[in-house]
C-alpha cells in the first residue's frame, strides 16, 4: 500500500513538473510573438543627447556641469543650437563656466542663444554680434514708449530737428522736420540692465541699441542736432518701413502755394517846365 502510494505521489509530482515547463514556454512564447509583434508595428526613432537644465536658472548666473543632465531626444526634433555633452558645452573645462542669458526653467534645453560664451559676463557685450556696436540713445516717458521697452525688442527711430535755411521752403518758417532714420533696430539694454526677462514696466533714462559702425555715426549726429523718438515694433512684424517725412505744412494738410515777389517797377524822372504860366513834364532818364 505504501509503495502504491509513493508511486501515485511520484506520477503526481512529475505531471505537475511538466505542467508548469509547459505553461512557462508557452507564457514565454507568447511575450516573445508580443514583442516581436510591437516592434515590426512601432517605427524605430532615432535618438540623440541633450544638454538639459537639472535647475531653474536665473539671469547672470553661474552654469556649472553639476547644473546640467544629460536626456535622449528624437532626432529629428532637437532644438537648434543645443549642446550634446557637457564637453561640448565647456570646451575650455569647468574652470570657465558660462552664464545665463535669459531666466531657464528645470529640464529645458540649454541654448546657446541663452547662455554666454566661455567665461564672459552676463553684460551687453554678450549681446552683440560680429560687426555690431553698441550706442546709447537718451530717453524720456515720452520718447522711450512710456517704460514698454525691454532688451530684445525691436523699434523703429524717428528724429525731429530743423533742416538748413536752404532746405527750407518760403512758406515754411520753423522748418522743422520729422523723418524715419532707422528701422527695426535691436535693444540690448535698458538704462543699466540686459535682463531680457524683465517685466516691471519702468521709464528708462536711455537705452543702449546694437547697430553698425555706420548707423553709430548717423545716430550720433541726429541726437546732437535733435531729438530722437523711438517706436515699438511688434514681435511679428517683418515688413519694411518706408521712407517717413513729415513737416508742419504737411502734418495740416496745407498745399504748397508759391507767392510771387513783387516785380521791381521801373523809376520814372522827370522835368517841370513853366511856359507861360503852364507846367509842363517831361520826362528824363534817372541817374543815381
Not at 150 to 167: E, H, K, L, M
Request: negative net charge.
Amino acid at each position: 500500500m505504501r509503495l502504491v502510494f509513493g508511486l501515485v505521489l511520484v506520477v503526481g509530482l512529475g505531471l505537475a513538473g511538466f505542467a508548469v515547463y509547459m505553461a512557462k514556454s508557452y507564457i514565454e512564447g507568447y511575450q516573445a510573438q508580443l514583442a516581436n509583434e510591437r516592434a515590426q508595428r512601432a517605427p524605430a526613432i532615432e535618438l540623440a543627447d541633450v544638454v538639459i537644465a537639472n535647475r531653474a536658472l536665473k539671469y547672470g548666473e553661474v552654469i556649472n556641469k553639476n547644473d546640467l543632465r544629460l536626456v535622449k531626444y528624437p532626432a529629428r526634433y532637437v532644438p537648434e543650437g543645443s549642446f550634446s555633452s557637457a564637453e561640448e558645452m565647456f570646451p575650455q573645462g569647468e574652470n570657465v563656466p558660462r552664464r545665463a542669458l535669459r531666466a531657464m526653467e528645470a529640464h529645458e534645453p540649454i541654448l546657446a542663444v541663452k547662455v554666454t560664451q566661455p567665461g564672459e559676463e552676463a553684460g551687453i557685450t554678450s549681446q552683440l554680434r560680429p560687426g555690431e556696436r553698441a550706442f546709447a540713445i537718451r530717453v524720456d516717458v515720452t520718447s522711450g514708449v512710456s517704460g514698454f521697452l525691454r532688451p530684445g525688442d525691436f523699434v523703429d527711430i524717428y528724429w525731429t530737428g530743423s533742416v538748413g535755411s536752404a532746405n527750407r521752403t518760403q512758406n515754411d518758417s520753423t522748418g522743422e522736420v520729422t523723418k524715419l532714420i532707422d528701422t527695426s533696430i535691436r535693444l540690448i539694454a535698458v538704462d543699466q540692465s540686459a535682463n531680457q526677462d524683465m517685466t516691471a514696466t519702468q521709464v528708462a533714462r536711455t537705452v543702449t541699441v546694437a547697430v553698425a559702425p555706420q548707423q553709430v555715426a548717423s545716430l550720433a549726429q541726429a541726437q546732437s542736432t535733435g531729438r530722437l523718438t523711438l517706436s515699438l515694433v511688434g514681435v511679428q512684424d517683418d515688413t519694411i518701413a518706408e521712407i517717413i517725412e513729415v513737416d508742419q505744412r504737411r502734418l495740416l494738410g496745407l498745399a504748397d502755394q508759391v507767392v510771387e515777389a513783387p516785380q521791381p517797377q521801373n523809376e520814372i524822372c522827370t522835368i517841370r517846365t513853366n511856359r507861360g504860366g503852364e507846367v509842363v513834364e517831361t520826362p528824363i532818364p534817372c541817374t543815381n
